[in-house]
């Protein structure tokens, strides 16, 4: 304290606090009012937020699997299987799926027939915000969910992207500041163009866009088209690694999945004919140039036959996560020595449509909320 009370209080609020874990940041609004008004804040989160995001550090990164009706958190640590967090739904017999993370939140979707409910929540705090949706999801309409953060309006938004028989795609948005939904885009998009290949947006939050990649038969090639969550509209096209425009690459060849690596867009390509995959990660936003290669991995033995889906890297060391597509076998790949090892995470659902996402630890406060109600949490740090 001696040394605190030496200290400018700026700098203390702007240069000590938000270089430390979200866990220390929690208790410490519990100080005083000031403080916790001041951790509370939206300027002080992003400021967090951006410290958290050039750390080499991985202690506030967790790895989150859900399943049905169980989301579970683990370090994103090679030698750390041992859930931190359990949060059960078991007690409502609702089917579950998280649609998308921003800020540290989950956004999670529970099924009800022709209706959804949504549910965000704060992993961290355990503390979430209930939404009984309005909006009549008709059966044998395809549709694909989105989450993120309007930095413009701070506000947390919902998206609902429906397509119908008749090539129409509307497009609707839920604001958590308004509790309403409303339709900002119907479109009538091209008859050669397929709904989206991921049911869920992929979110980079420091530019507000929700991505999916879309295929297109005519042309036999994928696209990934991008929605602006703060101007509530589609936009532009992200362009792919050049090599995949080269009239020699046989686009047919490739099965293409895209996701977020280090806050980085990036896409893993499966080379049918050279039986290998390849992970992509475009440093430089929007620019074609900045696609790099991660890595390469060759199709092993034990993936013959599956397809493999990237989850993340972990900056302190050289490994890289992957998992079966279609189980819940996860291995850890070292991109030095080509070392693989199989992983398990204790009380990993064993389902083939485990999602996995990677979410930070969060000191966003949620406005209206309320105590995750069928919570479990087992605390193992």
Known sequence: MTILEGLNMDVILMEILPRLPAKTLIRFKSV??????????????????????????????????????????????PHATTTTTT?????????????????????????????????????????????????????????????????????????VVSEYHNKTRITSVY????????????????????????????LIDDNNLLHWMFWMPAL??????????????????????????????????YRVDIGINDDCLSLTFKD?????????????YGVQESWVMLVSIPVLSCFRGKIIKFVASCRSSEMILLR???????????????????????????????QTYICSRSLVHLPGRQLFEHSKAVCME
């Open 32 to 77: 005083c009012k000031s403080w916790n008004s001041i951790i509370s804040s939206w300027d002080f989160v992003r400021l967090y937020l951006r410290h958290q995001s050039l750390s080499s550090s991985e202690a506030d990164k967790r790895l989150i699997l859900a399943g049905n009706v169980r989301i579970n958190c683990y370090q994103l640590d």
């Open 220 to 253: 036999h090639k994928y696209r990934i088209g991008c929605f602006d969550i703060c101007k509530k509209k589609w936009t532009y096209d992200v362009l792919l690694p050049r090599f995949y425009d080269d009239p020699t690459c046989n686009q047919e060849t």
């Open 272 to 284: 049918g004919i050279e039986n290998r995959y390849d992970v992509w990660v475009m440093k430089e």
């Open 87 to 159: 949060f059960d739904y078991s007690k409502t017999s609702l089917y579950m799926s998280v649609i998308g993370t921003s800020n540290g939140l989950l956004c999670i979707r529970r099924n009800r027939g022709k209706f959804s409910e949504y549910c965000i929540l704060n992993p961290t705090t355990r503390i979430c915000r209930c939404i009984r949706s309005t909006l009549h999801e008709e059966l044998g309409v395809v549709h694909s969910f989105g989450f993120g953060f309007d930095h413009e309006n701070l506000d947390y938004l919902i998206v």
């Open 175 to 202: 604001s958590l500041n308004k509790n309403s939904w409303s339709v900002f885009d119907e479109i009538t998009f091209p008859t050669d163009t397929i709904h989206p290949l991921r049911k869920y947006g992929v």
């Open 324 to 354: 079966h597509y279609f189980s819940c076998r996860f291995f850890w790949y070292n991109k030095v020595n080509g070392g693989l090892s199989e992983t398990k995470f204790d009380g990993a659902p064993d389902l083939s449509n485990i």
